[in-house]
């Protein structure tokens, strides 16, 4: 059997300061209570041999990962399309401002200078399609709550990639087989094409 763990990264510096991030380079990565949460993944998932380690872009993923991961020789690889959402003009805003902008806007809206959820969510579908077909058999992904909740929510059969799972912990492995993860891309992709 196959497995995926999905984990949004842990606590950041830019969570706790609830200032919104979605440009790699900008990334101030982990807080102090996000590198113990790191480490809590590790034991975690310390019972289980990792075969590959998918990060996004972000220094905050990165980082969470090689806290977590830390002793173990497990080959690395970054999937840019597991960025979080490009939120444009929105980016060192505060979590406030983003969320305004969220609520007066649907799915299929474009942030400004930005992508909409709809596309990242079909970025996101693309990017679990990508690890369906690696020859590994357990896979380790750190990336962002976004793409971790709208798995969790496609996965289950949700309507709403938003619900019924709405808060994506931090560091908290998230575990899919192969059938789950197809079922997450396919859900996904339906419903961001559907404009749902």
Known sequence: MRIFLLARHAESLFNVAGVVNADPSLDRGLSETGQAEARI???????????????????????????????????????????????????????????????SHGRGDRFPGGESLDEAARRYADAFRAL?????????????????????NAAAGSSDLDAPAHVIRNAAPYVFDERGLEAAADGIGR????GA
Do not use: M, N
């Open 132 to 152: 369906l077909v690696r020859p590994e058999r357990t896979i380790l992904t750190v990336c962002h709550e976004i793409p971790v909740r709208y798995a969790v």
């Open 191 to 194: 419903l961001a094409t559907s």
């Open 41 to 103: 993944l590790g034991q975690q998932v310390s019972g289980l041999e990792i075969d590959l380690l998918v990060t996004s872009r972000f220094p905050r993923a990165q980082q969470t990962a090689a806290i977590a991961l830390e002793g173990r020789s497990v080959p690395h690889v970054v999937i840019a399309g597991l960025d979080d959402v490009h939120i444009g003009d929105l980016e060192g805003k505060t979590l406030a401002d983003y969320r305004t902008w969220k609520r």
